[in-house]
């Protein structure tokens, strides 16, 4: 159901919610992962464009605080990014994030 809060919402649920709307409407088409244990260590959004192409996007809070990298993340985002694959951070709707997906991808640079 659109609109249906959960009551153990994460903090990244908010700003990923943000973060999809902003896309839609800059004309990407967006599909959320759903996190469960057939699906660990992806990315929390698929966006594609017709222009741009696609974008594997990772969400977490901003400077990390509160956020981390699971074991399968770890595990799966070097061997994505090493075939040609590769995965954003946004950690936000705004759009000094949004410009962040038109240059290299940059999940390795939150573990510094």
């Not at 809060?5 to 839609?24: F, G, H, S």
């Not at 956020?67 to 985002?77: D, Y």
Request: charge should be positive; charged fraction near 20%; aromatic fraction near 14%.
């Amino acid at each position: 159901m659109r609109g249906l809060k959960l009551k153990n919402q994460r903090p990244e649920d908010k700003i990923k919610d943000n973060i999809r709307k902003m896309l839609v409407l800059k004309g990407w088409y967006v599909m959320m992962t759903h996190g469960n244990m057939f699906q660990s260590g992806f990315p929390d959004l698929y966006a594609t464009h017709s222009k741009y192409g696609g974008r594997w996007i990772e969400i977490k809070l901003p400077g990390m605080v509160g956020s981390h990298f699971t074991t399968a993340q770890l595990e799966h985002f070097p061997k994505l990014c090493a075939n040609g694959t590769g995965v954003w951070i946004l950690t936000s709707d705004n759009e000094s994030e949004y410009e962040k997906l038109f240059q290299p991808y940059n999940w390795w640079s939150m573990m510094l």
